[in-house]
Structures are given as C-alpha cells and as structure tokens.
C-alpha cells in the first residue's frame, strides 16, 4: 500500500471536518479535532503517496492507557487496508509512549468497524447502553480493548 503518516495539524482540519460529515452520523465538529489538537491528542493522518487524504485517526493518552477516539477511512479507500494499517501505526506510537493497553468504543451497529478491530485482536469488555445518538433512537457503544 502506498501511503504514510503526518501529524494532524489545524490547517488539515476543514478537509477532515469534510470527511467526518460524509462518515459519520454524529461527526465530529471543528472545536473537537481543535480541541483534540489543543489538549495533545495524538492526531495522525493516513495519505496517500500523492498527498491525498485516505484517513484519520485520534488518540487520547493517559498515564499507561491509550484511547482510540476516532478513526475513520474515506470511501473511496475502505476495504484496502487503510484501517488496519493506520491502527496498527496509532497502537505502534501509543505503545512507543508507554501505554500498555489501548481501548475504544464502536457503535454496536457498526458491524464493520467491529470486525476490523477484532480482526486487531480487540476483545469486548464491556457495553454502555444507549451511548450513541441515533436519530430518535440512543444506540449502544461496544467497549474494546487490547493488551499493547
């Protein structure tokens, strides 16, 4: 695969807000990549040999303990390999800065996003019921984990 990694900086945000629009029901806004940047949130993107934008992903570090708060894929890349490789690439550094256990949470809905981290070697550890918006409804969170 033909890509590589550059930290997520404020002038990548407006192309990454419009990608979060397209993915996402409940996108992330603008304020909340900011504030991710702001607080030293490792932001990285995933790009393709000719600069183009393939994916994205954010994680939170804590003391020992990684979150993965976002990771997505454009369109036109899922199903490639982008996902797995740039997790791998996000599990790589959050371990390189210490962290011995990464976690996450996926909507219980989104079947593909649970494949591709249990295909990680994520295990479920938990559920928050309700934990998404989903129009009128709430959606439940599936909580992941792995030992890094």
Wanted: net charge neutral; aromatic share 6%.
């Amino acid at each position: 695969m033909n890509l590589h990694y550059a930290a997520m900086t404020l002038a990548d945000i407006d192309q990454v807000v419009a990608a979060e629009r397209q993915l996402h029901p409940s996108p992330w806004t603008r304020g909340n990549f900011a504030d991710a940047l702001a607080a030293g949130y490792d932001a990285q993107l995933a790009l393709h040999a000719d600069g183009q934008l393939m994916g994205y992903g954010v994680v939170m570090l804590a003391v020992d303990e990684a979150e993965l708060l976002n990771l997505s894929v454009l369109t036109c890349f899922q199903r490639q390999g982008v996902g797995t490789t740039l997790c791998h690439h996000l599990m790589t550094r959050a371990k390189a800065r210490r962290a011995v256990r990464m976690m996450l949470e996926v909507r219980a809905g989104n079947i593909a996003g649970q494949a591709l981290y249990g295909h990680l070697g994520f295990s479920e550890i938990g559920r928050r019921r309700g934990y998404y918006a989903a129009g009128q409804q709430r959606e439940d969170a599936i909580v992941m984990a792995i030992n890094l």
